[in-house]
């Protein structure tokens, strides 16, 4: 399944963000969905990641305990929402599915497609 990921924008430090990853003509319930990012001249990294149902999540160290990742399967859509945004945040942000239970392996995910970038002003 297609995801792509939107609602990025430029944000001063200290504030929030939520984004959104939606899949076009197409449910994607039954799918994990991951959440990945990649900043200048860095490799893509793992933020977090959704089971279909919600029942379980996986958050990297570097986000966890100020993000959340709130799914709607009704709108085909998970958010993903990062509280006190960090510089070291600025980033594109990328979504991707998989079948199976949620991993921070990005290569167990499909495409990651085109995603949305966040700029955190200090």
């Known amino acids: 399944v297609q995801l792509q990921a939107f609602g990025g924008g430029l944000v001063q430090a200290g504030g929030s963000l939520r984004l959104s990853c939606a899949a076009s003509g197409r449910s994607f319930s039954g799918y994990t969905i991951g959440w990945a990012r990649q900043a200048p001249g860095k490799e893509r990294e793992f933020v977090a990641a959704?089971?279909?149902?919600?029942?379980?999540?996986s958050f990297a160290d570097s986000v966890k305990g100020r993000s959340t990742i709130p799914r709607d399967n009704a709108k085909n859509t998970v958010y993903l929402q990062i509280n006190t945004l960090k510089p070291e945040d600025t980033a594109v942000y990328h979504c991707?599915?998989?079948?199976?239970?949620?991993?921070?392996?990005?290569?167990?995910?499909?495409?990651w497609g085109q995603g949305t970038q966040v700029t955190v002003s200090s």
């Open positions: 959704i089971t279909w149902n919600g029942g379980s999540t």
């Open positions: 991707a599915a998989r079948i199976g239970w949620v991993t921070s392996s990005l290569d167990d995910f499909g495409s």
